[in-house]
């Protein structure tokens, strides 16, 4: 007999082509409050689980007796409690490396966004306000041969050096807990500790997964840390930074804007007073979202699935 599996996201009916071939698919193109109480009556008998953002932990699990194998359809696995896992002997999967140019990319838009004020500017021209030259309260600040400090030199932050090292002549910085020697001789990064990465940089660009050890990582003394000409981008997790921090470093003119794929509270909550910025561009954790990546992100994870499945060891298990 088929092993059930559940697909709690929306994928191309490739994926679930993939998936079928081997496996029996119960298929929920989102969970929300409706349909939670049914997602966790087929959980019961189910050996998979693959989608996105899920907690996976303890409570979760309890309810999930026959449960082999979670794959999530990202590179971050916060949402996942490995420990959790490891000791139920449930494997565990990612996609890394497939989405690294996409999301670099996004960071790529929200910097330029941001330094450019690209958002305020398309609202200017679309409200009737192009009615004389543009003045100077509407100049940006130049992204070209400034300084980029990447806080998560990994697959993406290689690649957001890459982009800036070669297309926009920029010096970077970075800092890891390790030394990342190929982006050091690819794209002529530096080596330095976060205090000193947070007092150089024109723009600040966080990309650490969230563990325990990144939670808040920039906070109040960071912000302080930085020019006041700064441009801090997240595309990381919400919850390495502390939010309040950043709004009171924007508003006080500590910084002088952020551009932001992630949130605490996502979806975003419409009173957060980020919203409410013009310093601040946006996004809605759309760092992966293309069609082409996020086809190949789902196809990955389901090989991971129904690999893990047969009884082989899944490319991209989690230790
Ligand atoms: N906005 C979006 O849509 C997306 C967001 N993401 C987020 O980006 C994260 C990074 O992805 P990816 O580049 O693939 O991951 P990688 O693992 O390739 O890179 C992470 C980097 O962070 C560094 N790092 C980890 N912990 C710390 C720490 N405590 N202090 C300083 N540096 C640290 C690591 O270096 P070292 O180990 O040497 O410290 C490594 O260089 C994901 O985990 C996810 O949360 C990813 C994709 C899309
Ligand atoms: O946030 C997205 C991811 O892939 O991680």
Avoid at 77 to 97: F, G, K, Q, S, V
Avoid at 162 to 184: C, P, Q, T, V
Avoid at 224 to 247: C, H, P, Q, W, Y
Wanted: proline share 4%; charged share 25%.
């Amino acid at each position: 007999m088929k092993p059930k599996i559940i697909v709690y996201k929306k994928v191309d009916k490739k994926v679930l082509e993939l998936i079928e071939d081997t496996c029996k698919v119960v298929y929920f193109e989102k969970l929300d409050s409706q349909n939670f109480p049914v997602f966790l009556e087929e959980l019961k008998d189910a050996e998979g689980l693959i989608g996105s953002g899920l907690k996976v932990d303890h409570e979760l699990l309890d309810q999930a007796p026959q449960l082999k194998i979670v794959c999530n359809i990202s590179v971050g696995y916060d949402n996942l409690d490995l420990t959790a896992l490891a000791e139920r002997r449930i494997m565990a999967t990612n996609t890394p490396d497939v989405l690294n140019d996409t999301v670099a990319d996004t960071i790529m838009g929200l910097i330029l966004s941001t330094a450019r004020r690209i958002p305020e500017l398309d609202q200017w021209v679309k409200t009737g306000q192009w009615e004389s030259g543009l003045g100077e309260k509407w100049f940006g600040v130049d992204v070209h041969h400034k300084v980029l400090g990447i806080i998560g030199m990994g697959g993406i932050g290689s690649d957001v050096a890459k982009r800036a090292h070669y297309g926009f002549d920029m010096e970077i910085l970075y800092h890891n807990r390790s030394r990342n020697e190929a982006a050091e001789q690819k794209y002529g990064a530096t080596y330095c500790s976060l205090e000193e990465l947070l007092k150089k940089s024109d723009f600040v660009c966080l990309m650490t997964p969230l563990t325990p050890q990144t939670v808040n990582l920039i906070g109040k003394r960071e912000f302080e840390l930085m020019k006041e000409s700064a441009i801090f981008i997240n595309a990381s997790r919400g919850k390495t930074v502390d939010e309040e921090a950043l709004i009171h470093a924007l508003k006080t003119g500590q910084i002088y804007g952020a551009g932001l794929d992630v949130f605490v509270q996502e979806p975003v909550n419409m009173d957060n007073p980020l919203l409410s910025m013009n310093n601040v561009v946006t996004l809605p954790h759309i760092g992966s979202a293309t069609y082409e990546t996020r086809f190949k992100m789902a196809m990955i994870a389901a090989t991971n699935l129904v690999t893990g499945l047969k009884g082989d060891v899944p490319p991209n298990l989690l230790k």
